[in-house]
């Protein structure tokens, strides 16, 4: 079992920045990978970004590549997100996730892939 927990959300205007966490705790090294997800009211689920634990390969959506930065603490056994020039379209409840493989995973914006979730962090950008 991998126990994730979100924080740092909160409220910030356009433009600016938050950084949010996702701890990991239990068999992390279980885990290939962790990726963030997002969803706005009234919509899907939207992959975000992911990292994997071991050597750092990163992905991430279209909508957020060149403002968004995914980083781990292998230490720490901790995920950041890295958010600038935030706007209000990205306003949702960000949700960190695990698979329970250590295996490569096929395609990491699909929510299928992922077997452990945080309680997700509100994120709201005013504008």
């Known amino acids: 079992q991998v126990q994730l927990v979100e924080s740092g959300g909160g409220l910030v205007q356009a433009g600016g920045s938050l950084r949010l966490s996702c701890a990991a705790s239990?068999?992390?090294?279980?885990?290939?990978?962790v990726g963030w997800f997002r969803q706005a009211p009234g919509k899907e689920d939207e992959f975000v970004a992911a990292?994997?634990?071991?050597?750092?390969?990163?992905y991430y959506a279209d909508s957020v590549k060149g403002r968004f930065t995914i980083s781990r603490d292998n230490a720490e056994n901790t995920v950041y997100l890295q958010m600038n020039s935030l706007k209000p379209e990205d306003t949702a409840v960000y949700y960190c996730?695990?698979?329970?493989?250590?295996?490569?995973?096929?395609?990491?914006?699909?929510?299928?892939?992922?077997?452990?979730w945080g309680q997700g962090t509100q994120v709201t950008v005013s504008s």
């Open positions: 239990g068999r992390t090294f279980s885990s290939y990978a």
């Open positions: 990292i994997v634990w071991s050597g750092g390969s990163t």
């Open positions: 996730a695990a698979p329970s493989t250590a295996q490569p995973m096929g395609i990491f914006e699909d929510k299928a892939e992922y077997d452990y």
